[in-house]
DNA sequence: CCCGTGTGCTACGTATAATGTAGCGATCGC
DNA sequence: GCGATCGCTACATTATACGTAGCACACGGG
């Protein structure tokens, strides 16, 4: 459940790796504001395939950023939830640079 | 050069879908400690085809996250650091959660 | 004048990843 | 038993990224 292959020396690196492929920030994203049942979250994220929802919810399993629990379905784990917090930052940027680019 | 097409209701879900594409992410923290050329990027992002390379730096610039300049390349534009400011916020939590999860 | 080196960037064939649709086994309420 | 929901999977199609080679341009000697 804990144990992740170290492929890079910098942990940024690797979670670059995780977050730097398609949907991963997005399901996090979604997960933000309380647990999300597996087809909850692919209603949310509008144009994501169960192979793919499946196949990142498994990476953040592994990964201790998520959790599966019987009743009420994925939900993020403290070390997700601080994550979240990060997300939090990067959506109050996107506001501003919005207003500004836009 | 600063206009962009808005495809989603909220920025956050404009910004994930950029961030969250394959190398988008590295690139931006390959540049946070300053600015880099074209192939120096492509040194720094180990397996990153020029096409793709090119295609992310192309969005990037078009959002106003970075520009090109004659002398040096790449660079991140001031929103492109604030941006690099929350990278350094992720990269922060990395450590955390390498050190926790490892 | 040509040559080597560096720049940003593109073409094109191949490999990989994501999609869309259908459906599985299990569980729950009726 | 029936229908609705759960998490999840199989499989064929399509989009995306890769890898290699190379373009056009600029600069700085020899």
Redo the contacts between chains.
Sequence with gaps: M?R?S?RSSH??????DI????????IL?ELRDGPQSFRALQARCERVSPTVLNQRLALLRE???VTLESPGGYRLTS?GR??GE?LM???R??????G???
């Design positions: 804990s992740k170290v942990p940024i690196n690797e979670i670059l977050l730097g492929t398609r949907w991963t920030l997005r994203w990964h201790g950023i070390q601080e994550l990060i930052a990067l959506s940027w996107a506001k501003r640079w919005s500004d680019a836009d």
